[in-house]
Structure formats: C-alpha cells, structure tokens
C-alpha cells in the first residue's frame, strides 16, 4: 500500500511563474519529509525537505510546507525556471526506511 | 568528489542467471539502501544497511540479496533474477538518518 502519494503525474507552468507540487501521506508516524528532483539517466538529487515539527522550510526559491491535521507536504517554486524541469519526488521517513511516492514530472515552459 | 557509484549502468541477462550489482560511496556514510523505479509506483526500498554487518529487508526485498561487509560498499546480488526484476536500480547512502539520501546514477536491468 502506497504510504507517500504523488496523484499528479505531470505538471506545466509558464517561466515565471509559480509551481506547486502536492504529495500526500498516510502514516501520522512519518517524522522527516524531503523533495527530491531527478534529471533523466541521473539518481535522485535532494532539494529541500522539513521536519515534522515544523510547517515550513525555505530555501531559496522553494519552500516546502506541511499540514499536518491534513498529512499534505506541498513544493512551492517561485519563479520557476525551465531547468526546474525534472520530476520531482515527495519522500518521507521513520522507522530507518524512505518512503517516495510516485514522481510529477514539472515541465517549464519558456 | 562526494559520490555514490553504481556498475553497471545498463545489464541485460537471463532469467536464474546470478548477478551481482555493486554500489560504492566515499563519503564515509553509515546508512546505504537499495531502491527500485518502476513506473507508477516510484522509489521502492529494498534493503538498507545501518552500518557495517547491519541490515534489513525494506518494503520488496524477496528475490534480492545484500552484504556489508565494508562501510563503503553494499552490492545488490539478484541469485535467479527473473524477469518481475527488470527495473531501475538506485543505491544511496546517508551519513544518518536525518540527512539527505544521496543517490547513484542508476542501473537499468533487463532480465529477459
């Protein structure tokens, strides 16, 4: 059973302008949440990510916020750029194990 | 240069023919995990090492072995790969838990 939910697989948006990406969860007991982004015939690079304590995380032009009450985490692009284009991974984490969801692939358009 | 590093990239092979998948990182991390793409169903795990001698089954480990016997290497050794195991494989590595997973590059097996 899917934990960590990615429900839109693909995403456009306008250089420029902002770029959302939802990922939700299951498990209350998850305590980290992370973005990764992956480039075609590349691993997974780390973004941004956020502890469970908190609501928010900024780094630069993303920041990461979780609701709790609702287990969503959202990734927040502002402006997005095209070589923001990638997909973008939600992954969480306790018990020693990751969890990913399934993946939106971003694509930016000029 | 930080890095994780998976051989081989691509491995095409047979079914119940052994193979091995090796996975090397110098950083010095503690945590390395296996995890396999597959479309529609992300990033799966399937086995992680929290130190040398140590590891554990993640969510899809039948069918797969792991070893660690050195800190900086944790091969992925398929003994009769069938062909439910054609998929991209990722091996990471972590210095904790907290800290961010940094990923190889892949390696696309085809078991036909």
């Known amino acids: 059973d899917q934990q960590v939910k990615q429900n839109s697989p693909s995403l456009s948006v306008q250089e420029g302008r902002i770029s959302i990406l939802n990922c939700d969860y299951t498990n209350s007991m998850f305590d980290y949440f992370l973005w990764y982004k992956k480039y075609p015939a590349e691993g997974p690079t780390f973004l941004i990510s956020i502890s469970s304590i908190k609501d928010k995380n900024e780094d630069g032009r993303f920041t990461v916020f979780l609701n709790k009450s609702a287990k969503h985490l959202s990734l927040h692009i502002v402006p997005s750029q095209p070589g923001d284009s990638a997909v973008y991974f939600c992954?969480?984490?306790?018990?020693?194990?990751?969890?990913f969801g399934t993946g939106t692939s971003l694509t930016v358009i000029p | 240069e930080a890095q994780v590093t998976q051989n081989p990239r691509y491995l095409i092979t047979v079914t119940g023919k052994k193979l091995t998948v090796t996975c090397s990182q110098n950083?010095?991390?503690?945590?390395m995990s296996w995890y396999r793409q597959d479309p529609g169903l992300g990033l799966r795990q399937i086995y992680y090492?929290?130190?040398?001698?140590?590891?554990d089954k993640g969510d899809v480990p039948e069918g797969y072995k792991v070893s660690r016997k050195e800190k900086r290497n944790f091969p992925l050794i398929l003994e009769s790969p069938s062909p439910n195991q054609t998929s991209l494989y990722f091996c990471?590595?972590?210095?904790?838990?907290?800290?961010?997973?940094?990923f190889g590059n892949g390696t696309r097996l085809t078991v036909t």
């Open positions: 950083m010095n991390h503690e945590y």
């Open positions: 990471a590595s972590s210095s904790g838990l907290f800290p961010p997973l940094h």
């Open positions: 090492s929290m130190n040398v001698e140590v590891t």
């Open positions: 992954a969480a984490y306790t018990g020693n194990q990751f969890y």
